[in-house]
């Protein structure tokens, strides 16, 4: 883990970023209780699709699909290419089918979020930092069986060096600017979709700047 956590270096950047999507399964939603689930549905398909438009890699997982269930449609539709790996171990970081993917990648700044946080976000992120991965933890894109467990794991991975972080939070630090128009344009369908309100003021904005090129016109 670097012990870096202040100055522009302390921020995400998508090219050393690796995003871990862990089990959002039925089986886990079935005793989500920490958020409304179809919250965290939407935060995890946004963040997805905000990998996708910077082009992070992104490693999707399961646990005894079987039993728990496929990962859910609007994830696996971000990328209809890709098979979770399905792990029957409960720590992923222990599946050297995920690890070895990360760790040919050679990129430090791993993105998890899973459900549930107090089991499958916690014991990968503990496991990961302890081999000196900087770990930002979505905390809007994971959820526990309680309100209390979510609080009680944020707490204790932010102890052992997390970085909590929100989806619209990576959205923007991979961003960073926006001038940089090619990914800019694209996370506008992405806000569109995903943004709630944000959606909502920019679908307006939208509207206002089509009205008043149809004024000129």
């Known amino acids: 883990m670097s012990d870096n956590k202040t100055g522009l270096k302390a921020l995400l950047r998508p090219e050393d970023s690796i995003l871990v999507l862990i089990d959002h399964q039925p089986f886990q939603f079935a005793n989500l209780n920490s958020h409304e689930p179809t919250l965290i549905i939407n935060n995890v398909v946004g963040l997805a699709k905000t990998a996708k438009v910077f082009e992070v890699p992104t490693i999707l997982t399961t646990v005894i699909e079987e039993r728990g269930g496929y990962l859910i449609k609007g994830l696996q539709d971000v990328f209809p290419e890709q098979k979770p790996i399905d792990r029957t171990f409960i720590n992923t970081w222990e599946d050297p089918k995920v690890t070895e993917l990360v760790k040919k990648s050679g990129r430090k700044q791993l993105i998890l979020a ?44 932010v102890q052992a060096g997390a ?55």
């Open 163 to 217: 970085v909590p972080i929100t989806w619209m939070a990576v959205l923007a630090e991979w961003q960073r600017d926006w001038a940089r128009e090619k990914t800019a344009t694209a996370l506008s369908s992405v806000l569109l979709e995903h943004g709630g309100a944000t959606a909502v003021a920019f679908a307006w904005e939208m509207q206002l700047l089509a009205k008043g090129a149809s004024a000129k016109a």
């Open 114 to 157: 899973a459900l549930w946080t107090e089991v499958c976000l916690a014991m990968p992120t503990i496991h990961a930092l302890g081999e000196g991965y900087d770990v930002f933890i979505v905390t809007d894109a994971s959820g526990g069986v309680s309100a209390e467990s979510h609080d009680m794991a944020v707490r204790r991975l």
